[in-house]
């Protein structure tokens, strides 16, 4: 094949099957075309950047480099399909499914409970299996090293990384460690039917042409074939992940298949690495060479190491990364920063030759038909100094605040600094572009480290120097240039280790990561087994061979896809929408708006919602930026996606919007409710402050948080004849109806809303998936075929809320001994610009935490701000409550001069106490929890070895914490859930469709363990149904932590109804086994099925509370604020 003949068709093995695919749209990604086909949705797609790891599948290619076969794992989402031309490819279904046989690796993160939602675990696994592929014996610090890509939201990573750890070669055998048997790497051929499975993606036809070329002169013969269109040249293309709104480009040029780029050499003087190597092989190469560059090579490879993650780094190349920094101002390229640290130098090509280029000067140069063709990386000299640093929100996986490389040439006699080569001081994050800090540079020359002016006099003329422009996202400008400041001092002191104090050497030691470890025990009932006997969930083997299904993974034959369109500002008149452009897009079906709703614009109204309706698309005006404005609908998800940014939308009559707490204060923008009406008050606080021995009154807030969750926003609905079915990711069935049906017009039940599953929910899905299924409904409606959402991230965070952020004033009174006499408190909560929602009044049941404090009075405010409507979020009002509170404690002992865990001791509610929201504590048992951890936790000494260690370490501090706390369970105002129970009379089994969402909470578990119990069978013969509006109608959101306590009620109520129909038979059939039992009673006419509604109530609005105790050991970098828990005992 000529190279410049467009690529029109790749064939490549999927699960040990051949695939030949033709007149695939080459925008098309690996993940796209797997997740269209029937039985591979076991390869989720949730970020869309190579950033969650859900998407990971394994790769076996050809290396470029070395010519072998290498197993990588990869992010599908942003893998080019067309870009794995003769790979072969391993999903989750290919190593394990319950037809064929688990793997062990989906074995044992089942035994290990690392599975949850589920959502996440078929890429935890395939990332596994491609690390085991390739390293069989892998060390505990390998493994955890390789799953920097992979994010679980709700299950945590202790049970994950104890799974994967199991597999190391230094794993504890007692614990069930084990390496892999090397035959269980091989891949299961998929059990799918070929011609079902190997099927072009069902796209509309593109414009874009791929070419492969074999050599570098080929590009440009492209180059200069399609002078005028977009080309875009790409290695690994996942850039695509971090700026994903650019235009598709009209010629893609995969540069894998030219051998000199990916060509690396050693030499006498350098490095050279070619253009389209990837960053972990370049890793590799510093790692296995590091003894050619002593003093920079390691360095720079550790850097690399926090650049992106393992997946990322497996096929995304160094010239690739440089090119995103060329290419945009906001990207923070610590590739580019360490780089130029060390003067290393790239060549680029045009059709007229080579030029080599300083990576400075290459910021500044015209790439218009030319193509970066090799690295060059000097070797550092025997006297060279070389640090890097990166200071970042995480560990791992997260763009720098900022970036630096330092690099000198030290005399190591007279400690001098040398002119040749000359000092490179490169900072990222301060500006558009990395910056060099060229005065200091020359300021150092010929002067000695261990000259105390010298520090001083580099430090006063850096500060002169350095400006750091304004980045709302990445830390305020303050910030940012502390810690540039602080990265010098740190180099500067690692440069002269043996000439520094002690006290001061902490700040020139990394920190350094250790190998997590973990220990639980528990106590069971066997008496009551199977109720408390520890179980792995029902479905965690399908979870985590990718057999589960989740909204998000639906294909519905002839299906259309749905994306929002949203506003671009707040607080504004709407002008004209223009959809004009979007609908001449391919694909593109229709536009959607208010004004085709059939029925009432809302998806929250009463009697729901507790204040207003909140519309599903605004009309007339918008009150923020991200609010839905309408729908665009087409053939696919992508171009929906698309289309829906092109619809042109002119706003009018835009004020200054509100946006913080404390511009609703200003404004005294503040809802009716809760209200001054709303007040607690316990005792004369006022009194017992003022004549408290000592006072103290402060202030403090903390932010909004994002859900998160695994599974987008997913709803598929289908036109059933005058009715519709509705598959929802949502933790409200009976809330999705009735917005389904109110939109729509339609009566309750002419919408059946059904729910297997949700990959986690945390609250963002009570109420706001509705929004979404009513939105897939009205074009279901309006097509009459079926249409499924799946929300993009970007979507999400724009136009769903988060939890409520909070601001508090506080007064306190106390005695000399710390215990406290009263407490005041105004809290303001951010609902946003609707109040449904709002937890300040759940806020105010939690705000004493765990401490009886006689005398209170505490004031809960919502503000109104022209942001999207807040929600509930994991802990709703409590977690902000108790962050309250525990900070005037801390308060309080900093004004007293002792441990604040003193003050929280001393202040520890007692059995029978009563909260100030007038709930008795009849079971508390803080106090002797207290102690145990004390005790366990060695706190006394651990204390001590804080306070020594502290004195001893300018630069390092630790910290050790006891926080307790109070959660109060509520049951009044939640419910009712409806239960129904099952007995099949032919081979005896049960099915239990209950009220509750099933979202990694193990609530179908538990219900299938209280049956078992009350019925007197075993677990093996019960299976959970999806929850459904007909069987279960009317139930409440699964929220609150209670949902599950109800439901298994519901279905120990239902259970006992059955149990009194078998009963007579039983007392006839003494010794019969169950199965015969149930034969006769189907025989003698019994009704084997059973339905309850359960609502628990309690007398206060407490119905009990659980306490829990923790101590937690941290360590911070004063210089930059990073930090490490070293410990935590719960």
């Not at 390739?134 to 299950?155: A, L, Y």
């Not at 009697?607 to 599903?616: D, K, R, T």
């Not at 609905?717 to 598959?727: F, G, K, L």
């Not at 409200?732 to 059904?754: E, F, H, T, Y």
Request: glycine content about 8%.
């Amino acid at each position: 094949m000529s190279t410049l003949t467009p690529t029109s068709s790749i064939s490549f093995i999927l699960n040990g099957r051949d695939v030949q695919l033709s007149g695939v749209d080459p925008n098309t990604t690996l993940n796209e075309w797997i997740r269209s086909q029937h039985g591979l949705a076991g390869t989720k797609r949730m970020c869309g950047e190579g950033g969650c790891g859900c998407c990971v599948v394994s790769a076996l290619r050809k290396d470029p480099t070395s010519g072998k076969d290498a197993t990588i794992a990869i992010n599908s989402c942003l893998c080019p399909l067309y870009s794995i031309d003769g790979w072969q490819i391993t999903t989750v279904e290919g190593i394990g499914n319950s037809r064929d046989g688990y793997h062990p690796i989906q074995e044992r993160i089942t035994q290990y409970n690392g599975s949850q939602c589920g959502y996440c675990t078929p890429g935890m696994v395939m990332n596994m299996y491609s690390l085991l592929k390739e390293s069989p014996t892998p060390t505990k610090q390998h493994i955890e090293d390789n799953f920097d890509g992979n994010i679980c939201r709700c299950t945590g990573y202790r049970p994950i990384l104890d799974a994967m750890k199991s597999f190391a070669v230094d794993a504890d055998p007692k614990k069930g460690g084990k390496c892999i048997d090397i035959e269980d790497l091989s891949v299961k051929k998929c059990s799918m039917p070929c011609a079902k499975l190997c099927a072009n993606v069902t796209h509309t036809s593109s414009s874009t042409l791929w070419f492969r070329p074999s050599k570098v002169a080929d590009i440009f013969t492209v180059f200069s074939k399609y002078p005028d269109k977009r080309i875009k040249l790409i290695a690994g293309d996942t850039g695509r992940g971090v700026f994903k709104g650019e235009a598709l480009p009209d010629v893609i040029v995969d540069l894998k298949g030219i051998a000199s780029l990916a060509a690396i050499e050693v030499g006498a003087k350098s490095l050279l690495v070619g253009a389209t190597v990837p960053i972990n092989t370049l890793i590799a190469t510093l790692e296995a060479h590091k003894d050619s560059s002593p003093t920079s090579f390691p360095h720079l490879a550790e850097h690399l190491k926090k650049v992106a993650n393992v997946a990322v780094r497996n096929i995304g190349s160094w010239a690739g990364n440089l090119m995103l920094t060329h290419d945009h101002e906001n990207f923070p390229s610590d590739i580019f920063t360490i780089l130029e640290a060390v003067h290393a130098r790239v060549t680029v090509a045009s059709a007229s030759g080579t030029s080599s280029y300083s990576l400075n000067d290459f910021l500044s140069l015209d790439l218009t038909n030319k193509v970066i063709t090799t690295l060059m990386i000097p070797l550092s000299t025997a006297n060279s100094v070389v640090r890097t640093f990166k200071v970042m929100p995480r560990h791992q996986n997260a763009h720098a605040y900022i970036n630096a490389g330092f690099n000198w040439s030290l005399n190591p006699s007279t400690h001098t600094i040398e002119g040749s080569p000359n000092p490179s001081f490169v900072f990222g994050g301060l500006q558009a572009h990395a910056v060099h800090a060229t005065k200091t540079e020359a300021y150092m020359v010929g002067k000695s480290l261990t000259d105390p002016a010298t520090l001083q006099g580099a430090v006063k003329v850096l500060q002169e120097e350095l400006v750091a422009i304004p980045m709302p996202t990445e830390g305020s400008e303050s910030f940012r240039l502390s810690l540039a400041y602080g990265l010098f001092y740190k180099f500067y002191l690692a440069s002269i280790p043996d000439h520094i104090s002690d006290r001061v050497k902490s700040a020139a030691v990394p920190f350094t990561r250790p190998v997590s470890q973990s220990y639980q025990s528990y106590d069971s009932v066997k008496s009551e087994y199977p109720v408390t006997e520890p179980m792995t969930k029902l479905t965690a083997k399908l979870q985590a061979s990718g057999e589960a299904q989740y909204v998000a993974d639906m294909i519905e034959p002839d299906g259309l896809a749905a994306a929002f369109v949203l506003s671009t500002v707040g607080n504004a008149k709407i002008g004209k929408i223009d959809a004009s452009q979007a609908l001449q897009m391919p694909g593109v079906v229709q536009f959607i708006s208010a004004a085709d709703i059939p029925g009432t614009n809302a998806y929250i109204q009463p009697p729901l919602a507790l204040f207003e309706a909140q519309a599903v698309f605004a009309t007339g005006s918008v009150q923020y930026a991200g609010e839905a404005l309408g729908i665009i609908v087409a053939d696919t998800q992508e171009n929906a996606d698309r289309a829906a940014k092109k619809v042109n939308v002119q706003y009018s009559s835009q004020s200054k919007p509100i946006l913080t707490i404390a511009d609703a204060i200003k404004a005294n923008s503040v809802y009716d409710y809760p209200g001054e009406a709303n007040v607690i008050v316990a005792g004369d606080v006022d009194a017992a402050i003022s004549t408290s021995a000592h006072s103290i009154s402060g202030e403090v807030s903390c932010g909004t948080q994002s859900h998160f969750y695994m599974e987008p926003q997913s709803c598929v609905c289908i036109p059933e004849d005058d009715s519709y079915t509705v598959y929802s990711s949502n933790q409200c069935a009976n809330g999705c109806q009735v917005a389904v049906a109110s939109v729509l017009g339609l009566q309750m039940n002419q919408i059946d809303v059904a729910i297997k599953r949700v990959g986690g929910a945390f609250g963002g899905k009570a109420s706001r998936s509705n929004q979404i299924a009513a939105a897939c409904a009205l074009a279901a409606y309006h097509t009459k075929r079926a249409v499924k959402i799946n929300l993009d991230i970007d979507t999400n965070m724009k136009m769903v809320g988060k939890r409520l952020p909070y601001y508090a004033k506080y007064k306190a009174g106390f005695a000399d001994d710390g215990v406290v006499n009263g407490v005041v408190i105004d809290m303001y909560a951010d609902s946003g610009c609707y109040n449904n929602e709002q937890d300040a009044d759940f806020a105010v049941l939690f705000i004493d935490n765990a401490y009886h404090i006689p005398n209170w009075r505490i004031t809960p405010k919502a503000v109104k701000t022209n942001t999207t409507a807040n929600t509930y979020c994991r802990s709703p009002g409590s977690l902000c409550a108790i962050f309250i509170i525990e900070s005037v404690m801390e308060h309080i002992g900093e004004a007293l001069g002792i441990p604040s865990e003193t003050v929280k001791q001393k202040n520890l509610y007692e059995q029978g106490q009563m909260t100030p929201c007038w709930a008795s504590l009849d079971y508390c048992n803080l106090k002797d929890m207290w102690s145990q951890l004390y005790q366990s936790a060695d706190v006394d000494k651990r204390t001590a070895q804080v306070t020594v260690f502290n004195q001893q370490n300018r630069w390092r501090k630790r910290g050790i914490s006891i926080v307790p706390v109070r959660w109060g369970v509520h049951w009044n105002g939640i419910g009712p859930f409806t239960v129904m129970v099952s007995i099949y009379a032919v081979d005896s089994t049960v099915a239990i469709l209950h009220g509750g969402v099933e979202m990694g909470q193990g609530i179908n578990t538990k219900t299938a363990q209280a049956a078992a119990r009350e019925l007197g069978i075993s677990v093996d013969l019960i299976r959970i149904l999806p929850t459904n509006t007909m069987t279960s109608p009317n139930s409440f959101p699964t929220v609150a932590s209670v949902s599950s306590e109800m439901n298994c009620q519901g279905v120990i109520d239902a259970c006992k109804i059955l149990n009194s129909r078998i009963d007579p038979i039983r007392q006839k059939m003494k010794g019969a086994t169950w199965r015969e039992l149930i034969g006769k009673c189907f025989m003698s006419g019994v009704d084997l099925s059973a339905k309850s509604m359960v609502s628990l109530k309690s007398d206060g609005e407490i119905a009990y509370s659980t306490y829990g105790v923790n101590c937690t050991e941290a360590e911070v970098d004063v210089l930059t604020g990073e930090m490490e828990i070293l410990r935590s005992d719960i």
